[in-house]
């Protein structure tokens, strides 16, 4: 089977010619839609706040606040990849600002998503978001206990971690990587971390817990969800690759129009690690001369039959193409690796394998 793999930049090398000069530019634009939901979030607060509302209508309000949360955190993510603007002091401000309700801060996301992420993608060792080969969990009895309960169990824990992974993951983040940086920009990174952790608790002691939980709890909970649905689908399903090859190891999921423009083209992943530095305004462009060049190793589905597929693989990496449940022994494909979305497929491990692995 012929796997030559290109990196980012090879690919991206073939792209840049087809499109337009504007497509390398800023578009300062999308703070519109950044605007519009900060006036909708304070809107949102307010009227938890002032009026005493019914049950319904402070859930109904938390939901609208949640969904503004997660696009707030799209648009910081475009920001602090310089695409909106070009100033730094400037990115660094709105960055801040818009992953505020997520309590990320601007240096940490840069150094573990920019820098690291996206020059590592599926890197088992370096990329912070990859998740455990074979060989790693071996290592960790403690997480090996997860992995003995039933398969239906574990895949529920998984899906209702979502509503909280992306916070506990920024946590660890933080408290990974902020050694690495200079000791005359850690306080900014210290300060940048706990800015918005003192801000979000302390709004307790002014609303009440009851207004609280309308006002930032369930909408926390409700963008972890969003924002985490789709990065659970951005690489898990796709093989660890020797190359850092964007076609190979992400995927692009589909979701309805207006929902692409809420989310400022999120889903657009693969297209997002041709072009990191471009405003995602322009990725259906670039998917269009992808699918045209390589429509054999572009991987595109529905969100539902990413999330779906999800479910129904372990999230073990084995021999870097495959995924395995270690307690029933059984292996599944990856994309590109014999995984089908459509009709999912085990195999059990045979001694063979038994014998790679030894
Ligand atoms: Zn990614
Ligand atoms: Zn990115």
């Known amino acids: ?175 990974a990587y902020v050694k690495e940086f200079k000791p005359e920009n850690r306080l900014a990174v210290w300060i940048q971390f706990l800015l918005p952790w003192v801000a979000w608790t302390g709004l307790v002691f002014f609303v009440g817990i009851t207004n609280w939980v309308f006002m930032f709890l369930i909408p926390h909970l409700i963008a972890n969800t969003i924002v985490m649905a789709y990065i659970s689908t951005n690489h898990r399903l796709n093989p660890q690759v020797p190359v850092n090859d964007p076609l190979a190891n992400t995927l692009s999921v589909t979701v309805p129009k207006w929902i692409d423009v809420l989310h400022f083209n999120f889903s657009y992943h693969t297209e997002h690690h041709l072009f990191p530095s471009m405003s995602s305004k322009y990725y259906p462009l670039v998917k269009g001369h992808i699918k045209d060049k390589w429509p054999g190793l572009y991987h595109e589905m529905p969100m539902s039959n990413a999330l779906v597929a999800l479910w129904k693989t372990p999230r073990v990496y084995y021999n870097g193409t495959e995924l395995i449940d270690p307690r029933a022994e059984l292996v599944y494909g990856s994309l590109g690796n014999g995984l089908d979305p459509q009709a999912i497929e085990p195999r059990s491990m045979d001694r063979e394998d038994g014998i790679k692995q030894a």
């Open 1 to 175: 089977m012929d796997k030559g793999f290109h990196s980012f930049g090879w690919y991206a090398s073939k792209v840049s010619p087809h499109l337009p000069k504007k497509a390398f530019k800023p578009v300062p634009g999308r703070l519109l839609g950044g605007l519009a939901y900060l006036m909708i979030t304070i809107a949102g607060m307010f009227a938890i706040g002032v009026y005493d509302l019914p049950f319904l209508a402070n859930i109904a309000i938390a939901v609208v606040i949640g969904t503004s949360f997660a696009s707030m955190g799209f648009l910081g993510h475009e920001i602090l990849h310089g695409t909106v603007v070009k100033k730094v002091g400037l990115r660094n401000f709105l960055g801040a600002v818009f992953f505020f309700p997520l309590l990320t801060g601007p240096r940490l996301w840069r150094k573990w998503h920019n820098m690291t992420h996206h020059v590592h993608t599926q890197d088992e060792e370096k990329d912070p978001d990859a998740w455990l080969t074979k060989e790693q969990l071996d290592k960790k009895p403690a997480l090996k206990i997860i992995y003995r309960l039933p398969f239906s169990v574990r895949a529920f824990f998984e899906f209702f971690s979502l509503s909280f992974t992306f916070t506990l993951h920024s946590v660890r983040m933080f408290f």
